[in-house]
């Protein structure tokens, strides 16, 4: 995927167009990024980091005034993996590391410093954390999860590596709306700048999933809309197509465990837990065992059009 980003963006540096080369060594270069309805302006003095920042994010470009900003500083490439993660607090900021970033971000101004390779992958990873920290104090998360627009509602896949998170997506029908198979976005409807605790959100909060520019092994970005959430469905691979139901208390640990967050802090850790059982008191939770073809994507349209009518008995 990293070499069809750059083949594709040296094309375009030699078009006429939006993402034509005329950056100038030394000027501030800012685009803003709307995800889940969250704008937040990225700057950077390198005009090559800048043209491949607006190709990766093409389809999530905002004219929206910015709520957070980060300026980017680039360095000499380093390896890293997601195992070398770190998010904690020093004072009012948070610094976010790896070995490929270092990040100091400030909640209270809402502005940040990265210093980072000049990939698209350690860009993503910087941008999930904020985003996983933004959420948390908004009755939102990120969840390791697949999802989708079926009949105008949002479905979610989660489970472990291997479970299907991707096949669900791959196997989708044409009518599907691919959010992403990788990272799903989540969060309640009607939040605004100041943060939604969720035991001051209203009793039946409506919980919606936006696309991402996050792409996992499909290697395509989501599309850039949303949809109220219908189902999240935890995976199995199987011989036949099967719906069960889950306990209040299995939900909540299986939507716990693939929740992403790295951050080393007690207070959202315990506010992410309040986030979770309300999302599992307010919407169907399933485990789905599924046969990989097509014919699983009727079973999930019947589901949404009536849920009692494809549950089983409750396991967990």
């Known amino acids: 995927m990293l070499r069809r980003v750059i083949h594709r963006l040296l094309t375009l540096r030699h078009q006429r167009g939006p993402f034509r080369s005329s950056l100038m060594p030394g000027h501030r270069y800012v685009a803003c990024v709307e995800i889940g309805g969250i704008p937040i302006s990225l700057s950077t003095t390198e005009g090559i980091f800048f043209d491949l920042l607006r190709l990766r994010y093409e389809d999530f470009l905002s004219e929206r005034p910015a709520e957070f900003g980060l300026e980017f500083e680039i360095i000499e490439p380093r390896p890293a993996s997601d195992d070398d993660v770190r998010v904690r607090r020093d004072g009012e900021e948070w610094i976010l590391e790896r070995g490929d970033f270092l ?13 980072q390779n000049a990939n698209p992958y350690s860009l993503d990873s910087v941008l999930r954390i904020l985003h996983s920290l933004i959420l948390a104090r908004r009755g939102g998360f990120l969840l390791h999860a697949a999802s989708a627009i079926c009949e105008g509602r949002a479905f979610l896949f989660s489970g472990v590596s291997g ?36 035991e001051s959100a209203h009793k039946n909060p409506v919980y919606r999933a936006f696309g991402t520019p996050f792409a996992g092994e499909l290697a395509k970005a989501g599309e850039n809309t949303s949809a ?82 494809t549950c089983l008995r409750a396991a967990g």
């Open 163 to 198: 479970a299907g998170k991707t096949t669900m997506t791959r196997i989708a029908t044409p009518d599907v709306t691919l959010l992403t198979d990788e990272i799903s976005y989540v969060r309640p409807d009607g939040f605004g700048p100041a943060k939604i605790r969720p």
């Open 103 to 115: 990040a100091r971000w400030d909640p209270g101004t809402g502005q940040g410093v990265v210093r």
């Open 228 to 309: 109220p959430i219908a189902a999240l469905f935890f995976l199995e691979k199987g011989p036949k197509n099967l719906i069960e139901n889950l306990s209040p208390a299995e939900a909540v640990r299986r939507l716990m465990r693939n929740i992403l967050f790295f951050a080393e802090d007690p207070t959202l850790v315990e506010e992410l837990l309040a986030t979770a059982c309300a999302f599992v008191a307010t919407l169907p939770i399933r485990r789905l065992t599924f046969y990989p073809d097509c014919q699983v994507w009727d079973e999930v349209r019947r589901f949404g059009r009536d849920p009692q009518s």
